[in-house]
């Protein structure tokens, strides 16, 4: 059975915002600190060093839980925390089970009820939310329908990125964005671009 390993998803992760760091800035540029970024790429470079000096017989859910702890501790502005939280709660609902399709998407299920709760958000406030929702949506829809984890996940990237495209013309509701007001409309969320990336390393990460 297919299952994503914690490890290559948070070394594709990191390897795939690394590459879009720029992007990412200059879409937090327009409407943020200008600093996501390079925040997310700190962020994750030390997520790969933490879990490379954990135990290796350290479970799946253990290992993301601890990557959520180093997000909170290296990354500033609303990403560490957010990410962090979501990582964390994805790890405390695997436990020690392989990350496969089913765990995976009550993972990315607990994943967003924290986020959503940390940052009370909701889809149409133009956050990171826009991005996590629908693609949690896809990915349980294609599971519970018997789909390859492969194909799952696809869906789910898909969605995440046509997530990440809704919040172009929406006014921000939440977060620093929200201060423009209607400047705001026209851009794209890079909290929901950088998300779109890190669904989309989930594809990559699979084994078996």
Sequence with gaps: MSSVSVDAWMQEASTVITANAERLTELDSAIGDGDHGTNLTRGFR?????????ED???????????????????????????????????RSVG???????ALADALDAALAG??????????????VDALTPA??????????????????????????????STVPLQARKGRASYLGERSIGHEDPGAASTVLIITALGRALEG
């Design 96 to 102: 020690d089970a392989a990350l496969d399709g089913p």
């Design 115 to 128: 986020v959503v709760e940390l940052g009370s958000a909701e889809v149409g406030d133009k956050t990171m």
């Design 57 to 91: 017989e350290l479970p799946p859910g253990r290992r993301l839980i601890l990557a959520g702890k180093t997000l909170v501790s290296k990354v500033g502005g609303a990403s560490g925390p957010l990410w962090g939280t979501a990582l964390r709660r994805a790890g």
């Design 46 to 54: 030390a997520v790969i060093e933490a879990l490379a000096a954990a």
């Design 136 to 165: 949690t949506q896809a990915l349980r829809t294609a599971v519970e329908a018997g789909e390859p984890l492969a194909d799952a996940i696809t869906a789910a990237a898909d969605a995440a990125a046509e997530g990440a495209r």
